[in-house]
Every structure is written in C-alpha cells, then in structure tokens.
Antibody
Framework: QVQLQESGPGLVKPSETLSLTCTVSGGSISSYYWSWIRQPPGKGLEWIGYIYYSGSTNYNPSLKSRVTISVDTSKNQFSLKLSSVTAADTAVYYC???????????????????WGRGTLVTVSS | SYELTQPPSVSVSPGQTARITCSADALPKQYAYWYQQKPGQAPVLVIYKDSERPSGIPERFSGSSSGTTVTLTISGVQAEDEADYYCQSADSSGTYHYVFGTGTKVTVL
C-alpha cells in the first residue's frame, strides 16, 4: 500500500533554513495534492501548504513568506523549505496526501487521507 | 483569520456516547473532517465531508452538521478510542487554506 516517509535533519539552527523531503512509496505521486502539516510539542496541528504533482502550490498565509514546497515526480518526492526559522518552528512535521477530485480540472478534496509518521525538527543553537 | 473551536476535553465512561463539537466562526461553512490522534502517532481520518466514514473506520464513529457547528459522535465508546480529536476545514474564502480545530482530548473513564 502507499506509504509516506519524511526525512531530513532533526536539528536546525535559528535563522537557518529547515529542509524536509517526503518520499511516496507503493504508488504514484501523480493526480494527488500533497501537504505539509506541523505540530509543536504538546500543541495542535497547523497546515503549512500543499503542492499538486504538476507543481502548483498553495501556502498558509501566516507562513507564506518563508515557505517553499517543491515536487520531483521522477523521484516520487516532494519537499519543504522553511526559511529564517526560530524556536517557534520546533515541531513534528508531517507530510500528507489530499485526494484530488477531477471534473474537467482537478481540485483538492480538502482533507488528508494518508499521513507519514512525522519527523521532529528542533530549532536550537 | 478563520478559526475552529473545540472543547479542550471530553470524558466518557466505556459504552457511553461521546460528542465533540467544532464551531466555525464564519459562514458559509465548508465541509468538515475529523481526525483521531493517539500519543506518538500520526492523525488518522475518521470522518470526511461532515458525515462520511472512510473504509476501515468503525461504525460507532459518526458525524453531523448543523449551521456552523459540526459534531463527531462516538457511540459505545471503547478504551481504544481515548485520543485527541481534531476537526479540520477550509477557510470560507474558497482559497483552499486549511485550518484545524483546537483539538479535544477524549478520556475514557
């Protein structure tokens, strides 16, 4: 079955850029929207943004100035970059799948039916 | 900004019914979705489009909607249902910006 796996450094210094990759295995990255979601320790979930396999993106307005999400269909991967990080960016970062619905065009369904296990990223010097 | 408000906690005895509300602060309301998250695990989708249940989710989980409030109901609660539950929706502007609720801790007494 399809599985998602986050990877990347678990420790990032303040003011630097956090970089994570999500690898999709057991299925194709095509025809879905793919999101990053984070959860600070002991707190709730926050949607960061999504990318369609074609490359179109949509970001949380509160993070938009610092976020870049990209996709590599040849590797079945998509990635997150979050710049100028502070301690407030310390969180478990999840990648997740949004099943698109298609009429003529395809749109996000608006929910997440498959999640990775998450990876903890700590921002500290 | 668009907000979804949930009660911080709900306590219920085994076999009883737990109801978790999620209130939106703006109209029109978009579809709502519910996730269950157990400690140290990723969230799992338990309800989509207000009241639809994904395959593999027990029938005791149901969802409903009225006005700007959606409700997750767990009938005949079992010990394994103890978890955090989050509602989720999109903001009302149609820009596909997703928002999660504040989360509810369900404790099975």
């Amino acid at each position: 079955q399809v599985q998602l796996q986050e990877s990347g450094p678990g420790l990032v210094k303040p003011s630097e850029t956090l970089s994570l990759t999500c690898t999709v295995s057991g299925g194709s990255i095509s025809s879905y929207y793919w999101s990053w979601i984070r959860q600070p320790p002991g707190k709730g979930l926050e949607w960061i943004g999504y990318i369609y396999y074609s490359g179109s993106t949509n970001y949380n307005p509160s993070l938009k100035s610092r976020v870049t999400i990209s996709v590599d269909t040849s590797k079945n991967q998509f990635s997150l970059k979050l710049s100028s990080v502070t301690a407030a960016d310390t969180a478990v970062y999840y990648c997740a799948r949004d099943p698109a619905y298609c009429g003529g065009d395809c749109y996000p369904s608006g929910y997440f039916d498959l999640w990775g296990r998450g990876t903890l990223v700590t921002v500290s010097s | 900004s668009y907000e979804l408000t949930q009660p911080p906690s709900v306590s219920v005895s085994p076999g009883q019914t737990a109801r978790i509300t999620c209130s939106a602060d703006a109209l029109p309301k978009q579809y709502a979705y519910w996730y269950q998250q157990k400690p140290g695990q990723a969230p799992v989708l338990v309800i989509y489009k207000d009241s639809e249940r994904p395959s593999g989710i027990p029938e005791r989980f149901s969802g409903s909607s009225s006005g700007t409030t959606v409700t997750l109901t767990i009938s005949g609660v079992q010990a394994e249902d103890e978890a955090d539950y989050y509602c989720q929706s999109a903001d009302s502007s149609g820009t596909y910006h997703y928002v999660f609720g504040t989360g509810t801790k369900v404790t099975v007494l």
